[in-house]
């Protein structure tokens, strides 16, 4: 059975960071491409970032892109996502979640691909 678990997230005031991690077990995570998605109350879900199983290629939206860092370490089966000078607009639940095929590129604008999520982790940012 495979579980996702997100951790790190809190309050924190404008411009501040916070590191996000999420720990997979149950597969092969260094086979699979993992993303962290988001959601805002009454907003629908966005596609923040993506990395592949190697760790050698990324994206991010566009929204994030110069403050917000995805990282992995495969030997901790764990993914990170390093959220810098944050904004209000960036409070929201955080989910990541694990790719349903191994060894291929990552989309965060496809999030059926991924099909096993986490409970997910609350950031809130006051201004």
């Known amino acids: 059975q495979v579980q996702v678990v997100e951790s790190g997230g809190g309050l924190v005031q404008e411009g501040g960071s916070l590191r996000l991690s999420c720990t997979v077990s149950g597969l092969r995570f260094d086979y699979y491409a993992m993303a962290w998605f988001r959601q805002a109350p009454g907003k629908e879900r966005e596609g923040v970032s993506c990395?592949?199983?190697?760790?050698?290629?990324?994206e991010y939206a566009d929204s994030v892109k110069g403050r917000f860092t995805i990282s992995r370490d495969n030997a901790k089966n764990t993914v990170y996502l390093q959220m810098d000078s944050l904004k209000p607009e960036d409070t929201a639940m955080y989910y990541c979640?694990?790719?349903?095929?191994?060894?291929?590129?990552?989309?965060?604008?496809?999030?059926?691909?991924?099909?096993?999520w986490g409970q997910g982790t609350q950031v809130t940012v006051s201004s």
């Open positions: 990395i592949i199983w190697s760790g050698r290629s990324t």
């Open positions: 979640a694990a790719d349903q095929s191994p060894y291929r590129s990552c989309s965060i604008s496809w999030p059926t691909r991924f099909n096993h």
